[in-house]
């Protein structure tokens, strides 16, 4: 069993950045690809970004393209999203998730393990 923990989320002014952190209690990240889903209010929880196992392929919403970079550090355990220039409509729950696929899948039922999510407040 992987459990995932997310840090970094806050309030943050529209065109600000924040950066999340997801550690995991594993001994090593390498088997598991990983992702960030979001869920705003009275919407679905979709994908945000997505990273193989050892970071050669990602994967981006079309919405957060430019803006956000996903990263891992397998040596820490811990996987990041660096979010730039924030808008109001990236507010939403952020979940780290993982999967024993070698590729990050785009549907949540494709993952294993969720963390329990880290809150994101963009003001306009």
């Known amino acids: 069993q992987v459990q995932l923990v997310e840090s970094g989320g806050g309030l943050v002014q529209a065109g600000g950045s924040l950066r999340l952190s997801c550690a995991a209690s594993?001994?090593?990240?390498?088997?598991?690809?990983m992702g960030w889903f979001r869920q705003a209010p009275g919407k679905e929880r979709e994908l945000v970004a997505g990273?193989?196992?050892?970071?050669?392929?990602?994967y981006y919403a079309d919405s957060v393209k430019g803006r956000f970079t996903i990263s891992r550090d397998n040596a820490k355990n811990t996987m990041y999203l660096q979010m730039n220039s924030l808008k109001p409509e990236d507010t939403a729950v952020y979940y780290c998730?993982?999967?024993?696929?070698?590729?990050?899948?785009?549907?949540?039922?494709?993952?294993?393990?969720w963390g329990q999510g880290t809150q994101v407040t963009v003001s306009s």
């Open positions: 998730t993982a999967t024993g696929r070698p590729l990050p899948p785009l549907g949540q039922q494709g993952y294993d393990y």
């Open positions: 990273i193989s196992r050892y970071g050669g392929n990602t």
């Open positions: 594993e001994r090593t990240l390498r088997p598991y690809s």
